[in-house]
Each structure stands twice: as structure tokens, then as C-alpha cells.
């Protein structure tokens, strides 16, 4: 396949604009970020050095922060299947209530609390059905 010569053009200013950013990133927030990074990679070093697939990704603040609100409300909960047959959980689930996350979220702000209820029952019900299959296989 012939990737079109607008697409390249399309393509490279793209990726020189994000070169131009990352340049004023570095030199701004890297000196105030760089010690709480260092740090937190120090910390899970002990815990993926037996990892050789580990992977670790910088979800930024406030990004991280929602991404592990939802994998503890269960709104996006981690797991892996294994030849389609065994089923594991890769993260703590306890089941936080999902309200906090949605209302945190401007997206999410026409919402009703009827709605947000329905969202938690319907989180509960899809949980339910995961942990079953992690218990019993497919």
C-alpha cells in the first residue's frame, strides 16, 4: 500500500510540531516532574524486574488519575485470557463507587443521578459477569 504524498506532508508536520512542544516541556516541566518520576520508577523497579514483557506507560496526572479511578470502580477493569480459556484479574478491582469518576469528568455532567445509578448497576452486573469467568473459565 502507497501511503499518499499529503498524508507524508500531513505526517511530518505533525511530528515537527510535537518535537517543537516536547522542547518546551522538557525545559519547563521536566525539572518540577522529574523527582516524584524518579522516584515512583524506584519503586516498581523490585516489582517488574522479573517482568521481561513488563510495560510501563506515562499516563500523565490527570489521565492517570482517571484511568485508576476506573479500573477501581470497575468501569475498566484489568484482566488477561490466555488461550481464550484462562481468565486472571492483572489489578485490584475493590469496587469503588463509580459516581466520583463520572462526576469528575465535564463529559459526563448532563447526567442525572437515576443515570448514574443505572451505569453502577449496569458496572456491577458486567463485574459479576467477569468474575465468574475468572473463577469458573469460559
Known amino acids: 500500500m502507497t501511503i499518499p504524498a ?5 505526517i511530518a508536520a505533525t511530528a515537527a510540531l510535537y ?11 521536566a525539572p518540577v516532574i522529574e523527582p516524584a ?6 519503586r516498581i523497579a523490585p516489582v517488574i524486574a522479573g517482568l521481561p514483557d513488563a510495560t510501563i506507560l506515562d499516563l500523565g496526572a490527570g489521565t492517570g488519575t482517571l484511568a485508576r479511578a476506573a479500573v477501581r470502580n470497575r468501569v475498566f477493569p ?3 485470557v490466555e488461550n481464550g480459556r484462562t481468565w486472571r484479574f492483572t489489578a485490584e478491582h475493590p469496587g ?6 463520572l462526576r469528575q469528568q ?11 445509578a443505572r451505569i453502577q448497576a449496569d458496572v456491577d452486573q458486567r463485574w459479576e459477569v467477569l468474575k465468574r469467568r475468572v473463577e469458573f473459565g469460559t
Open 6 to 10: 499529503s498524508v507524508n506532508t500531513h
Open 78 to 80: 484489568l484482566l488477561e
Open 106 to 116: 465535564g463529559r459526563f455532567r448532563h447526567l442525572r443521578d437515576e443515570d448514574i
Open 96 to 101: 469503588d463507587p463509580v459516581e466520583p469518576y
Open 37 to 42: 518520576a524518579l522516584g515512583s520508577l524506584d
Open 19 to 29: 518535537e517543537r512542544i516536547a522542547e518546551g516541556y522538557h525545559r519547563w516541566w
